[in-house]
């Protein structure tokens, strides 16, 4: 079984920073891509950032420029350093990984995140 604890969400003015942080732990051979998702109140869940194992990345348009997405490969690990935090930002941020050879994908508990103005 593999699981996914996040860390770092929090309460923060408009135009600060915050950075999340999550591992993955269990019987791990290789995870592929690795993502934050966020689920704003009323929204339906969405990709924030993503990194695949060798490195590219891809990030929702709302959020290029202001946020980074870094990955430990040997340490199972996704980081996501969010600056220039904006209210719309306020949101349910979840961690995610692929792990193709297990046939699943599997998913942090979420950490909120609060902007405010």
């Known amino acids: 079984q593999v699981q996914l604890v996040e860390s770092g969400g929090g309460l923060v003015q408009a135009g600060g920073s915050l950075r999340l942080s999550c591992a993955a732990s269990g019987i791990i051979l290789r995870i592929e891509t690795m993502g934050w998702y966020r689920q704003a109140p009323g929204k339906q869940r969405e990709l924030v950032a993503s990194?695949?194992?060798?490195?590219?990345?891809n990030y929702a348009d709302s959020v290029k420029g202001r946020f980074t997405i870094s990955r430990d490969n040997a340490k199972y690990t996704v980081a996501l350093q969010m600056n220039s935090l904006q209210p719309e930002d306020t949101a349910v941020y979840y961690c995610?990984?692929?792990?193709?050879?297990?046939?699943?994908?599997?998913w942090g508990q979420g950490t909120q995140v609060t902007v405010t103005s």
């Open positions: 995610k990984a692929q792990l193709p050879y297990t046939g699943h994908d599997y």
């Open positions: 990194i695949t194992n060798g490195g590219s990345r």
